[in-house]
């Protein structure tokens, strides 16, 4: 069967299953999750049907709570019911989670998995929210990329049906989460054929009904709580035979094969890496790179990890690994070690005194912890965990993506180290919030991946300061699947889309030798060089880099789009990057704006349009000159009589190298000094406003609409005015 391609972000995939599995979805928003139900919202009430030809029921209720609490009661009236959290959304959750477990309900719960807010709120990825949840009952099921976060939607919904208990079906929130990328769609044939229609109907028989009435939801005492919760044991011990049954099924279906537990590299590895989530692709580019060098290395990916299946386990480690890393994304503070690492140590030493170890002896056992709210996840960290499994005595813990000089736990790791073979072209765009980029090379990533037979890749490093804040849009595309899930280090192409940014942020510093650099410019081919920063002019020379430049802002303005150059710098990418051929990239990035943009009118439309055909035409190439010239500086981040913690840290923060902050930057219990906003003027406004007292009638609605208070008033007397100095405005 000819499945279509699409592309799309995580929460698209997960969402788009979801819709089709469920009759009543309850849903309450909360970053990363909120497009998920938004998805569903929509999808309703454009008509859109399940897989019965029904239109499931949206709801949004008024807390996480309350959408928890309809799905229980939506569930306890047999309907197939789903519902999409993250964070402390999740935690929210969890008194009706219990419930709905402890009563062997079936429903999912679809997380775009969050950080948990401590010494500080984070609205980014890691799994400290899931692991919150894992001892509700609930049957944990991760995915580690957006096609998984799709076929794995997909075998949750069904095997919650044959197990008899909720699933909970995670993904890495942001990385994963907000990643688009190039899938094979599932149809509504392949859904049905994924249901056990047997099970269907027993799920609908459950049903509370005043026509056959059952009691539900009693109070126990000490004489029998225990033993009832006991009773509840085969459903939990089947459920790995089910799950994998599930995951057959689809495997027999649609040829993608998923196991419990899925191993990778040499069958006769020494060192492996046990890991979930979306660092996996990170990790298995590394043990790739390994393997070609003869290193014996493996990797074992945990998908289902509640309930965490010994034997399956057991069966998927090499027999011959002597030592094992196992890298948890949370933090258990006061724990002896954090949960996977504590399930993996028990699964091993229960074997080892039961005999059943596939080696001869207990491997050594480390454990490391990565990827804290978004925190990079790259090759080279993996080669470091490798190269600390070969050490003689390799840490019992450790951190990596980090420098601890607190506690020493963090492993140092060479930042350019590289896997080899990529064949594939990466390109960084550079942005800042709310002006169309990211929405741009969203567009250009499904332009590439539905128009080519290339795979496609794109994430979006957003700030949570948001609009007006730099945004990073990472795209790859090229002709092998694209597993790699952690930021660009080396791209070919570079856009900076606000000429301010050169001033403040250093673009090119992820720029190959011989990249393309793409420059949104005021200033002409012939004026330019003298305008940019003498440090970027030094990058061009000696990175032998191609500069071109476009007056983004001039043809927007031009076409009445005002400060939005996305569709303009959009067409130069593709006339740049060849990878359609002009007129069928003008073509398909017309068909996108109407997509993106129809619903706003016919006026907007051909105002895109007209920037489109006239940003070629502003397309030019700078010569570069072999030398350096002009007083340009990057600035310095904060004046120098600025406080030491602003110095030091806030300054680095604003720098974007916050990354290369050492853990004794930081204060252990997250107290800040106040006052520091004054250090972060963003200064990206291209016009400002300037009070003329010539016309003004006193209304005061200058002040009262401005989002900036770039105009302040404050009443006075008019008797005063007569002393006031010389050019005081009133």
């Not at 192409?493 to 940014?501: E, R, S, V, Y």
């Not at 940019?532 to 001039?554: C, F, H, M, S």
């Not at 789009?561 to 593709?574: A, I, K, M, S």
């Not at 008019?718 to 005081?728: C, E, K, N, R």
Request: charged fraction near 20%; proline fraction near 5%; aromatic fraction near 8%.
């Amino acid at each position: 069967m000819k499945r279509p391609i699409v592309t799309v972000d995580g929460n698209e995939a997960a969402s788009y299953v979801a819709h089709k599995l469920s009759e009543v979805i309850a849903i309450y928003p909360i970053t990363p999750s909120s497009t998920m139900g938004e998805n569903a919202d929509d999808w309703s009430a454009e008509g859109r049907t399940n897989i019965w030809g029904t239109i499931p029921e949206v709801v949004e209720m008024q807390s996480e709570a309350g959408a928890a609490a309809a799905c229980h009661g939506a569930i306890q009236a047999g309907a197939l019911t789903t519902t999409f959290t993250a964070s402390q959304g999740l935690l929210l959750m969890l008194p009706t989670m219990y419930k709905v477990a402890g009563e062997l309900s079936c429903g999912v719960i679809h997380v775009s998995a969050r950080t948990v807010a401590t010494h500080a709120l984070s609205i980014f990825g890691d799994h400290s929210d899931v692991m919150g949840a894992r001892q509700t009952g609930f049957v944990l099921l991760n995915s580690a990329s957006v096609q998984e976060a799709h076929d794995l939607a997909a075998v949750a919904h069904a095997a919650t049906l044959t197990c008899r208990l909720p699933f909970l079906h995670f993904f890495d929130g942001f990385r994963t989460s907000s990643e688009v990328a190039k899938i094979e769609l599932l149809t509504d044939e392949d859904l049905r054929a994924m249901l056990d229609e047997e099970a269907l109907a027993a799920h609908r028989a459950r049903a509370m009904d005043p026509e056959r009435p059952v009691l539900r939801g009693t109070a126990q005492n000490p004489d029998v709580f225990f033993q009832a919760r006991e009773a509840s044991n085969p459903f939990f011990l089947a459920v790995p035979g089910k799950v994998q049954e599930a995951m057959d099924r689809f495997g027999a279906l649609v040829g993608r094969r998923y196991h419990l537990f899925d191993y990778v590299g040499a069958p006769d590895a020494d060192r492996v890496i046990v890991m979930m989530g979306s660092a996996i692709g990170a990790a298995e580019e590394t043990v790739r790179t390994l393997l070609a060098a003869g290193e014996k290395v493996g990797l074992l990916k945990v998908r289902l990890y509640r309930p965490f299946d010994a034997a399956a386990f057991l069966k998927a480690l090499p027999a011959t690994a002597g030592r094992v890393a196992v890298l948890d994304r949370t933090k258990e503070p006061g724990a002896v070690g954090d949960p996977l690492y504590q399930d993996v140590l028990t699964v091993l030493a229960q074997a080892a005194m039961a005999g059943t170890l596939p080696g001869e002896s207990l491997p050594r056992v480390i454990a490391g912890r990565y990827g804290l709210s978004s925190k990079e996840f790259t090759p080279a960290m993996a080669k470091a965990v490798f190269d600390q499994l070969a050490a003689p005595e390799p840490r019992a813990s450790f951190t990596i993506g980090i420098e601890d000089d607190v506690t020493h736990l963090s492993l140092d790791y060479d930042r350019n180290w590289h896997p080899d073979g990529e064949r594939e072209v990466r390109a960084l765009f550079f942005g800042l919030g709310s002006d169309g980029t990211v929405g741009a090379n969203k567009n250009s990533v499904k332009i590439i991946g539905e128009n080519t037979p290339m795979f496609a890749q794109g994430y979006f490093v957003y700030d949570s300061k948001k609009s007006g804040q730099t945004t990073v849009s990472h795209v790859r595309f090229g002709p092998d699947r694209i597993e790699g899930s952690y930021l660009i280090e080396r791209a070919g192409f570079i856009a900076c889309h606000d000429f301010g940014l050169l001033e403040k942020v250093d673009v090119l510093a992820q720029a190959e030798q011989g990249a393309t650099f793409l420059l949104n410019s005021p200033y002409s081919k012939d004026e330019v060089w003298e305008r940019l920063p003498v440090e970027v002019q030094r990058q061009i020379i000696d990175r032998n880099l191609k500069l071109y430049i476009v007056d983004g802002y001039g043809v927007a303005e031009a076409a009445g789009l005002g400060r939005r150059v996305n569709t303009v710098l959009q067409t130069c990418f593709f006339a740049l990057a060849g990878v359609l051929p002009v007129e069928q990239a003008v073509d398909e990035i017309k068909t996108a704006i109407k997509k993106t943009y129809g619903r706003r009118g016919e006026t907007v439309l051909q105002r895109n349009y007209a920037a489109v055909d006239a940003s070629l035409a502003a397309l030019e190439q700078v010569e570069v000159p072999g030398e350096v010239r002009g007083e340009v500086h990057r600035h310095t981040p904060v004046p120098a009589d600025a406080p030491e913690f602003v110095r030091t840290v806030t300054a680095e923060i604003i720098a974007g190298r916050g990354d290369l902050l050492p853990v004794s930057a930081f204060p252990p219990d997250g107290t800040f000094p106040t006052g520091t906003t004054q250090y972060e003027k963003r200064s990206i406004a291209l016009e400002i406003p300037i009070w003329d007292a010539d016309i003004c009638i006193d209304c005061a609605r200058c002040a009262l609409v401005c989002p900036h208070a770039a105009i302040r008033i404050k009443y006075y007397d008019p008797a005063v005015l007569d002393q006031a100095p010389a050019g005081f405005p009133s």
